[in-house]
DNA sequence: CTGAAAGCGCTTACAG
DNA sequence: CTGAAAGCGCTTACAG
């Protein structure tokens, strides 16, 4: 039996089709009488509506698309789980795009050769710089996430990246580190959020009148934890020497404890080591990795809040807001007693 | 100014509206000259085809849902990006629905409210039983993923969970151990996983003549590092002993590997601990975990070929297929050297 | 409170 | 190889 339409329950309750759309979509001035009529006529015909028709006539979907690099990787999939659940608080639903960080990829997200399947995009550049992102054809909402140079034109949620980034590092000179490395950007072809991050560290060192030494940089070969390892490890054989160890993020992190573990090098005796956006397994390291928590609810909640804005028709400049994030101290690197 | 429509590239390119339609979707047979026009005019207007409105005409949306508990579990997430990967090479995109496990998102998403928007369902129940499965409505495809019974309608792909808990359990008594404890269940109303890993656990134990000792299980809260360690933290505090450890997942593998190491018992030497998806995270504990590896891949390409022909219409009984594992050896509980 | 009709933006037999 | 027209399943002014 072909699925019931809307025409069909209208006429099994012999009303007319408008009316049988005031009762699903629950407008309230149908009486009584009418509404059982209707709903008698749905229950027995199984009628359920049809979204694709409901999109085409309202020009609006529900959906919202979330983009980034891939979605195994911690941080993502915990950001996606906060904004699928506020999304869905909102009357939204979640489409995943994963761009593998390919510039081909990034680039379809700001200019797809689609339109009127989503209401608006949540985008997390891992390589876009700033001017292509500028020239994306502006039908459809965006809100970028991360730390993506903006263009002016555009919303943007980050945390403070480089006053985190100092955070740390002033931390680790703080527990007596004096060759403070930094471990996880690219190898070439830095990303945004690399850059900010390693300005922070090095305003961090220039702070505390530490060196800041090149020698000191140990770039990884993607976000992971196994290649983080392996460049600690081969820093390790050439003789690189640190005690305190700023990374990237939690995986270069994790990488990085199993090297130094390896190497027969404790932590935080000899090496103090800080991570970046406290995922899950953060707690669960030997030992505990201190880390910079960003407020992810707040971030997730004003993109959505920007986007909604978006959607609904304003059409000023991009607004850059800055949510919070904390430092969470853990074994890897211990609070300092004036510390929290 | 507004968004163009097929019709306007019509008129611009002097043409009607099923050759601007044809020169869209790449029909082959359109005059070269004709197809200049077209897309000289399509560029003019920057037109981008409406995916409502295609959607709307041909029934299809190119959208699959993939349905599990929670993206932030590392399984889910990493399933999420094969499943997302392998979906795209086949023209389709993937929207995520987390069900946090509740009875009432699980009933939802095998009986939606509305229609027409996704092609088809990828669905990893967490509790919802067989019975209520089959009751679905038939009018979208589903395929089901993972351990939960699945009605003889419906299509299911999962690994041979009670060979594979079998395996690791015979492996532990292989290394020795003799008071082998299972961890990680849920505390009242078994999920269906559990279900069937305690199953090849009660083999395992059985065919190496150990006994069978319900006070060898040790339950969790959640599923989470953070509830399994404190579940073994409490199981030791009672006095509970054992020399190997079985556990459900990698979560819980890697909560116990804390909880054991904060009360002093080493890994392996005390106690032989496995874990179960070989996540990221397995080869960086320390020790690494020996786990059991499910062919995610396959998983993820036999399911999808399976929505795939129900799409396309297959409408016969539930096909069931099994997919390969294999258990993974590291630190945790060592191969044997019959292994490998 | 309810109805008849147009329209959202496409695709697809059917003709030619 | 191309055109005119109907139809996909809804919503929404506009009347009454």
């Not at 229950?43 to 309202?58: H, I, K, M, Q, V």
């Not at 995943?96 to 510039?103: I, P, R």
């Not at 054989?237 to 404790?266: P, Q, T, W």
């Not at 928590?293 to 971030?299: E, F, I």
């Amino acid at each position: 039996m072909a699925r019931a339409r809307l025409q069909d329950v209208a006429e099994v309750a012999g009303v007319s089709m408008k009316t049988v759309s005031n009762v699903v979509r629950g407008y309230v001035h149908v009486s009584p009488s009418t509404r059982a009529k209707v709903q008698r006529a749905i229950d027995e015909l199984a009628y359920r509506p049809n979204e694709t028709g409901r999109s085409l006539a309202t020009g609006r979907t529900g959906l919202l698309a979330l983009a980034f690099s891939d979605i195994s990787i911690p941080y993502y999939s915990e950001l996606a789980r906060c904004v699928s659940t506020l999304a869905r608080d909102r009357g939204y639903r979640v489409l995943l795009e994963q761009t593998d960080g390919t510039l081909e990829a990034e680039r379809a997200i700001v200019s797809t050769s689609e339109a009127g399947l989503v209401d608006g995009v949540l985008f997390q550049p891992s390589i876009l710089g700033s001017s292509e992102i500028a020239r994306h054809r502006g039908d459809v909402p965006v809100v970028l996430l991360g730390e993506a140079q903006a263009p002016l034109s555009v919303d943007h949620v980050m945390i403070d990246n480089v006053a985190a980034a100092r955070r740390v590092t002033t931390h680790l000179a703080g527990l007596g580190a004096t060759r403070i490395a930094f471990l996880g950007h690219e190898r070439s072809g830095l990303s945004p959020t690399s850059r900010v991050r390693l300005a922070g560290y090095q305003e961090g060192l220039e702070a505390e009148g530490l060196p800041v030494d090149t020698g000191l940089l140990i770039p990884s070969g993607a976000v992971s934890s196994a290649s983080a390892a392996e460049a600690v490890t081969a820093a390790l054989a050439e003789g690189l020497r640190f005690d305190g160890l700023v990374c990237r993020d939690d995986l270069a992190a994790i990488g990085a404890l199993r090297a130094l573990a390896d190497a027969g090098i404790r932590v935080p005796e000899d090496v103090v080591v800080t991570g970046w956006d406290d995922v899950a397994m953060a707690s669960f390291t030997q030992p505990g990795l201190t880390t910079v928590r960003p407020d992810l609810a707040a971030l997730a909640g004003r993109a959505l809040d920007m986007l909604e804005e978006r959607i609904a028709g304003f059409d000023e400049l991009g607004r850059h807001a800055l949510v919070d994030f904390e430092v969470v101290y853990r074994g890897s690197a211990p609070a300092l007693p004036t510390e929290d």
